[in-house]
């Protein structure tokens, strides 16, 4: 499965055998600093909630219908700690290659306080993932340091930071934290950082972790970088 980082919190993933491709939270043009209009096709766009940058669908050309190779699965929780009275819901996605078992986790907007929401049910669904997409930003997602708590409590095989603010290439919201802030995090929490060459990452790369131990972290650049 090859995975391609578009920018802010849009992914795109692709299976190989089949070309099916599926777009996550695609913002609208304009509503995200330093990112530039999207220009996708894909057989199927998710999002995780209605503000304006996860909710471009219309940037994303679609495809003629054709048989999913992906099962798709939805946990709802919330974009904020207060039960989604500031922000409102969030959608979770689970998606999984059906032919190879391989799951992808998108996490939209998670802002909800982690006690809270990873109860012993919940918790159990979303670990041992083979990638997830994870907020790292904070003020309207968890932070930096709650998304490391997220990551070793769920472990999965590589972890994909998103929802963040970059100096260095001039993107994001000036309110959310940097991606240097989410490294710095890792790193003092004892977590495994590699980073890609560019916006695109096979799933067949993906390293085995210890049982109930977190992967790697794979930081990305995102495709879409306004020039």
């Not at 240097?180 to 590699?194: K, T, Y």
Request: charge should be negative.
């Amino acid at each position: 499965m090859l995975i391609e980082y578009i920018g802010h919190s849009c992914f795109k993933i692709t299976d190989e055998k089949t070309g099916y491709a599926i777009v996550f939270d695609p913002y609208k043009p304009g509503s995200v600093p330093g990112y530039s209009e999207i220009c996708e096709k894909a057989d199927l766009v998710l999002c995780s909630h209605k503000h304006d940058d996860h909710y471009g669908k219309r940037s994303v050309e679609l495809k003629p219908m054709t048989k999913c190779p992906f099962s798709i699965e939805k946990i709802h929780c919330y974009h904020d700690p207060e039960k989604g009275s500031l922000r409102g819901e969030n959608s979770i996605h689970i998606v999984t290659l059906e032919r190879t078992g391989e799951t992808v986790i998108h996490y939209g907007d998670l802002g909800e306080d982690l006690d809270e929401f990873l109860d012993f049910k919940t918790e159990r669904r979303l670990s041992g993932a083979d990638l997830a997409l994870i907020p790292v930003g904070g003020y309207y997602t968890i932070d930096k340091d709650q998304a490391v708590d997220l990551i070793k409590r769920t472990a999965p095989k590589m972890a994909i930071p998103m929802h963040f603010r970059s100096e260095k290439y001039g993107f994001g919201y000036p309110e959310i934290g940097t991606i240097e802030d989410f490294v710095r995090a890792a790193v003092s929490g004892g977590l495994d950082l590699i980073a890609s060459d560019g916006p695109e990452f096979d799933t067949k790369d993906i390293k085995d972790a210890p049982k109930g131990k977190a992967g790697q972290i794979c930081v990305m650049i995102p495709k879409n970088i306004e020039k």
